[in-house]
């Protein structure tokens, strides 16, 4: 299984780049996952809200196969502990999934025809964070998924 975390525009502190790089690194022990970055055009953080969203979710389908899985990052998605995650990520393996893709939509979140697309929600918390710092966390938990189903000590329960 390839696993792709899709992203609206590229990380912009150094501090978090080196934190995500670290986990790319030790996830590559795992699974072959990579980082997709969708630049928007200059002038679209200038449009409203909607028309904002609506040209995310013209780049976002162009990225999608129909046989992908996609799970949206959301903060209205289904909470899980990390162990609930790595069974998330374990059943998606033994069903034999192709690409399972994760989505951090911009600002202003995702166009609804984004959610009519996507497979599944996930909120990483009940808390708000920045988009920015949201991607270190989810490589963070992808790689504690890994950990926890290989039977390995990074996690503590």
Avoid: C
């Avoid at 986990?23 to 990579?34: D, P, Q, T």
């Avoid at 918390?125 to 998924?145: C, D, G, I, K």
Wanted: glycine content about 6%; overall charge positive; aromatic content about 12%.
């Amino acid at each position: 299984m390839k696993i792709t975390l899709l992203q609206i525009d590229k990380t912009q502190d150094a501090w978090l780049n080196e934190g995500i790089a670290q986990y790319l690194k030790r996830l590559g022990n795992y699974v072959s996952f990579e980082i997709v970055t969708i630049n928007m055009p200059k002038n679209a953080r200038q449009r409203t809200e909607a028309e904002q969203k609506g040209e995310e979710a013209k780049l976002i389908f162009a990225k999608l196969q129909s046989s992908d899985v996609l799970v949206l990052l959301d903060e209205n998605g289904k909470h899980y502990t990390s162990r609930e995650f790595s069974g998330f990520i374990a059943r998606h393996q033994n069903a034999s999934v192709k690409h399972l893709i994760f989505l951090i939509g911009g600002p202003f979140g995702f166009d609804e025809k984004i959610y009519k697309r996507a497979d599944f929600k996930i909120s990483l918390s009940a808390m708000t964070f920045s988009h920015q710092m949201v991607r270190v966390f989810f490589v963070e938990q992808l790689y504690r998924a890994f950990t926890i189903l290989r039977g390995e000590k990074y996690h503590h329960d």
